[in-house]
């Protein structure tokens, strides 16, 4: 097993810490670190909701129906072909 320490422990890493960095610093490191792990959040809850528009829309493509924002979804694997109706872009 690890080691996990106790209060004694605690107190000492926290007391080489301020030495470290200084009473004047920590609280400037703090507000960074919470900036950081807000913004990281963000990220992360952005790219679950970009996967999840991903998976909404190749069962979409799979089935045939639009997609929830109501706008059809286009197979861009296949290219046209000049024998096929429609506008080419």
């Known amino acids: 097993m690890g080691f996990l320490p106790g209060g004694a422990e605690w ?3 926290a007391l080489v810490i ?12 703090a507000r960074s670190l919470g900036k ?3 913004v ?3 990220e992360v809850n952005e790219m679950k909701e970009e996967d999840r ?5 190749k069962k979409a493509r799979e089935t045939g129906t639009p997609t ?9 694997a ?4 000049d024998n096929q109706s429609g506008p080419v872009s």
Not at 18 to 29: C, H, N, Q, S
Not at 68 to 76: F, L, M, Q, R
Not at 78 to 81: D, E, G, M
């Open 18 to 29: 301020l030495l470290l960095f200084g009473f004047k610093k920590l609280p400037d490191a």
């Open 40 to 42: 990281f959040k963000s």
């Open 53 to 57: 528009q991903r998976e909404e829309a």
């Open 78 to 81: 296949k290219p046209r072909t």
């Open 11 to 13: 107190i000492l890493i």
């Open 68 to 76: 929830a924002d109501g706008n059809a979804v286009i197979d861009e």
């Open 36 to 38: 950081s792990a807000r």
